[in-house]
């Protein structure tokens, strides 16, 4: 992974504190920061094909709290599809493996923008499962 790079470490980060909060190591506090990471415009094409949107993350991180004991997500295979001064598109491969052992593997492309601030917010995101 390229350090230096704030799109893939937004990509790392955010992770961990998914995996934090599914598996429930994470105070409950942590929901709001975790949700601050998604734009309000935020939509995503899922594993299942489903279209979420920022309400529908909402619930799902608010009632996945400790859903997933064990969870750990690893981020690798990180790459620059286009960048520009407001946003950028990662793809990165994404490997989850729950606490009984059970492995999805999924290649992910976000796209982030950044406001005024300069904080980067998740806009939009599509995951593909990976077979075989």
């Known amino acids: ?8 470490q937004e990509v790392v980060d955010a992770h961990v504190d998914i995996e934090q909060w599914l598996s429930g190591r994470a105070a409950r506090e942590g929901l709001a920061p975790l949700l601050a990471r998604f734009s309000r415009r935020f939509s995503m094409i899922s594993l299942q094909g489903h ?14 709290f ?6 750990r997500i690893a981020i690798d295979e990180l790459h620059d599809v286009s960048a520009w001064q407001g946003g950028a598109v990662i793809a990165y491969r994404e490997t989850q493996v729950d606490g009984e052992g059970r492995r999805s593997v999924r290649r992910s492309t976000v796209v982030f923008e950044r406001d005024a ?10 995951e593909t499962p990976v077979t075989g």
């Open 1 to 8: 992974m390229n350090s230096s790079n704030p799109f893939f």
């Open 51 to 64: 279209a979420l949107d920022f309400a529908d993350i909402d619930v799902l991180f608010s009632r996945g």
């Open 66 to 71: 400790g859903a997933r004991p064990g969870l």
């Open 117 to 126: 601030s300069g904080r980067i917010g998740w806009l939009r995101l599509h």
